[in-house]
Antibody, heavy 117, light 108 residues
Framework: QVHLVESGGGLVKPGGSLRLSCAAS????????MNWIRQAPGKGLEWISY????????FYADSVKGRFTISRDNAKNSVFLQMNSLRVEDTAVYYC??????????WGQGTLVSVSS | SYVLTQPPSVSVAPGKTASITCGGD??????VHWYQQKPGQAPVMVIY???DRPSGIPERFSGSNSGNTATLTISRVEAGDEADYHC???????????FGSGTKVTVL
């Protein structure tokens, strides 16, 4: 069955960097677009980035553009999120989501990123 | 940027019907997707393309979309339906996915 597992979260100071990973299994990873979506504590969902199956098409939310970089390695069935210049407001649970049916049909369990001095 | 508006909360008695709205400018021209999120868990897609159900989602969950409002309807509500529900669309103008703010459904 489809399985997405995020890792790489943790506590970081403002201005710092983190690299999140999402390992996929149970489906042909290279056939699917992938996304990162986050949820600040007690808040709603916020889509932050999308990458096409080949990696050639990428979109970012305005809130992270220029600071975050999405990438994927189809040979390793993984998608990544490099997060630089982190801000307190980036504190959230970060989910990877598989794109299908116009939305996100499978989600990982999430990884918590805390940005605090 | 495109904005989706959801009521913060909806309360419903067991066995009754819950309706959760998602408002947006001409949302009827977009495809709307809905997610259920229970506390401490990842979201689960319950409706896609306005009214289709993924495999494994009960028929009690249905959706509609017209004009400026999309609606998720949960029939014969059960205690296990208590959760946050989020609507989502693709905004082609900004090339962004957009979520509503979420609605907490409480089963009385």
């Amino acid at each position: 069955q489809v399985h997405l597992v995020e890792s790489g979260g943790g506590l970081v100071k403002p201005g710092g960097s983190l690299r999140l990973s999402c390992a996929a299994s149970g489906f042909t990873f290279s056939d699917y677009y992938m996304n990162w979506i986050r949820q600040a504590p007690g808040k709603g969902l916020e889509w932050i980035s999308y990458i096409s199956s080949s990696g050639r098409t990428i979109f970012y939310a305005d809130s992270v553009k220029g600071r975050f970089t999405i990438s994927r390695d189809n040979a390793k069935n993984s998608v990544f999120l490099q997060m630089n210049s982190l801000r307190v407001e980036d504190t959230a649970v970060y989910y990877c989501g598989r794109y299908r049916y116009g939305g996100f049909d499978y989600w990982g369990q999430g990884t918590l990123v805390s940005v605090s001095s | 940027s495109y904005v989706l508006t959801q009521p913060p909360s909806v309360s419903v008695a067991p066995g009754k019907t819950a309706s959760i709205t998602c408002g947006g400018d001409n949302i009827g021209t977009k495809s709307v997707h809905w997610y259920q999120q229970k506390p401490g868990q990842a979201p689960v897609m319950v409706i896609y393309y306005d009214s289709d159900r993924p495999s494994g989602i009960p028929e009690r969950f249905s959706g509609s979309n017209s004009g400026n409002t999309a609606t998720l309807t949960i029939s014969r509500v059960e205690a296990g339906d208590e959760a946050d529900y989020h609507c989502q669309v693709w905004d082609s103008t900004s090339e962004h996915y957009v979520f509503g703010s979420g609605t907490k459904v409480t089963v009385l």
